[in-house]
């Protein structure tokens, strides 16, 4: 007989091992898991802040458009800067103190030049029947866009 096909006849029943299984996953893939889980906890944290001073942003413009007179926008500034500045002491700030505080955290100076006065004695005055909060609401708007 023929000396191939002996070995031929003797590798009949021999089979091919089965294909590797796909769990559990070979260590490289844990590692890489482990790598990428930890880059997503990072890119998290860092990104809570800027999620809160975004959501801050977004709740302070919607009761800006709600406000109907100066007194409520001044209300509602202030409460913008004492959420997004506590560490400034910003509570006790009135009139010049208060308009300096603002323009110092503004990206555009001279925003609240004309309007300083009425921001500053709006929450200690009458509401004035009539009174054109416009300006008020526009500067307003601009600087919570720019500041928080």
Do not use: C, K
Request: glycine residues 8%.
């Amino acid at each position: 007989m023929n000396p191939q096909l002996e070995l031929a006849a003797r590798l009949r029943d021999a089979y091919p091992p089965d294909l590797p299984g796909g769990w559990p996953p070979a260590p490289g893939w844990w590692i890489a898991l482990g790598i990428a889980l930890a880059l997503l906890a990072l890119a998290l944290r860092r990104a809570a802040p800027a999620w809160r001073h975004w959501r801050l942003r977004r709740r302070l413009l919607a009761a800006l458009e709600r406000a109907a007179t100066a007194a409520e926008i001044s209300q509602l500034l202030r409460t913008a800067v004492l959420a997004r500045f506590p560490q400034h002491g910003a509570a006790g700030l009135q009139g010049a103190g208060w308009i300096a505080f603002l323009e110092a955290r503004d990206r555009a100076p001279g925003r609240f030049a004309a309007l300083g006065e009425a921001l500053a004695e709006s929450p200690y005055r009458a509401p004035r029947a009539g009174e054109d909060v416009a300006p008020l609401r526009a500067a307003v708007r601009g600087w919570l866009r720019e500041a928080v």
